[in-house]
């Protein structure tokens, strides 16, 4: 059934409709769209900002992160005030008042292999705007067994990255999907986190800025979409480039011989579950622990393997030893007390300590369980998060 513009509206979006290729039938188009927006953080800012000025009529926000000040650097849609806040409700607030006109539906939960497939169905087009991993190959799963599109991006320091997965063809077949490039997820702690490596805060906001474009033209059927292409833009250079994506035959849900028909558990298939990894465990302190022992007569050691830049920002009183160093300052570290090495959450850190048992012998050595941001929250909450 379509629904009729009021004045209001075709006053509101009077600029599209002069578009001759656009016209009302594009906003008509927009009007009637369902669109669920995974995440409302650095790419969910500008995405939803954008889709709600331009009259997208249904929009759903799935988020359960609150807002935190790290976030204020590139997450455009939240201010100070709403530190501490709900993201997605503050999220609907902020793009309402952009457009009364649409509706905005919250869904303030974690995305699981348990609800994803129930609550995309629900929607016409996905916009994945998260940060990891596992919910990455979830959504990409769930929008290829529900047979909806998937429209992606990624960013991680000054480079980021744009596609739309699984799009509906004019001859009814499907384009390629995330799995078939990236059948599956690189090693726990190989590729670091936007939290781990950083991002520079305008590169979400041009990222986002083109995930809103591809779902405004997936839905309107203006221009041509990144179906089977992917967009690489690096903000250091302004360099940019262009993919082809084509179907991978060893694609577990699409190939030759499918061997997935169902949702699975996305943090065991990351690795970051509770089933074993190639990576061995390693001693590890808790922040409490080591702030007793850092009073008694004998302190253990601290080295902290994080950059510079890291420890300006906040320290605990370590030695600094960036982890790059390490090697060729092995002398330096004690052999015959105990030594604490740790980083921001304990990935790197643990990966020092591994080399340093099997390439030069020590048996002294502790990662403090969670970094410095586990420090923060159990022993000193006055220094900086970041």
Request: charged share 20%; aromatic share 6%.
């Amino acid at each position: 059934m379509s629904h009729p513009f009021s004045k209001a509206e075709l006053e509101r979006y009077s600029r599209h409709l002069i578009i001759p290729e656009f016209n009302i039938e594009g906003q008509r188009k927009l009007k009637e769209a369902k669109v669920l927006v995974v995440g409302s953080g650095g790419l969910g800012s500008p995405l939803l900002l954008y889709l709600a000025a331009a009259g997208v009529g249904h929009i759903g926000i799935v988020d359960f992160d609150v807002i935190e000040d790290h976030n204020l650097q590139r997450q455009v849609l939240f201010g100070v005030d709403q530190v501490g806040q709900s993201k997605a409700a503050s999220a609907k607030e902020r793009i309402l008042a952009l457009n009364p006109h649409i509706e905005v539906t919250v869904h303030e939960m974690r995305l699981t292999s348990d609800n994803a497939l129930g609550l995309i169905e629900q929607y016409d087009v996905v916009a994945d705007g998260t940060d990891n991993f596992p919910t990455r190959y979830l959504v990409n799963d769930a929008c290829v067994l529900a047979g909806k599109t998937n429209v992606y991006a990624s960013i991680y320091r000054f480079e980021g990255q744009c596609s739309v997965f699984n799009h509906l063809r004019p001859d009814g077949t499907r384009g390629p999907n995330y799995r078939d490039l990236f059948p599956s997820p690189p090693p726990p702690g190989l590729v670091p986190s936007c939290s781990e490596g950083g991002v520079i805060g305008v590169l979400p906001g041009i990222l986002g800025s083109l995930q809103a474009l591809e779902v405004i033209k997936v839905i309107s059927g203006v221009g041509d979409v990144l179906d089977g292409r992917l967009f690489l833009f690096d903000a250091a250079t302004f360099g940019t480039r262009t993919l082809k994506v084509r179907s991978n035959a060893s694609n577990p849900l699409t190939g030759e011989n499918p061997t997935q028909t169902e949702l699975i558990d996305y943090e065991m298939f990351c690795g970051l579950g509770d089933a074993p990894v190639k990576e061995r465990a390693v001693d590890e302190i808790g922040p409490t622990d080591l702030a007793d022992q850092l009073q008694g007569d004998t302190p253990p050691v601290v080295i902290d393997v994080r950059e510079p830049y890291e420890f300006a920002i906040a320290e605990m009183g370590g030695i600094l030893m960036p982890q790059d160093t390490v090697p060729e300052r092995v002398a330096d570290i004690p052999r015959d007390r105990p030594v604490v090495v740790h980083c921001r959450s304990g990935v790197r850190s643990a990966r020092i300590i591994r080399m340093l048992e099997d390439e030069h012998g020590y048996d002294n050595l502790l990662n403090l369980k969670g970094g410095i941001l586990a420090w923060q929250e159990q022993v000193n909450p006055a220094l900086a998060r970041y």
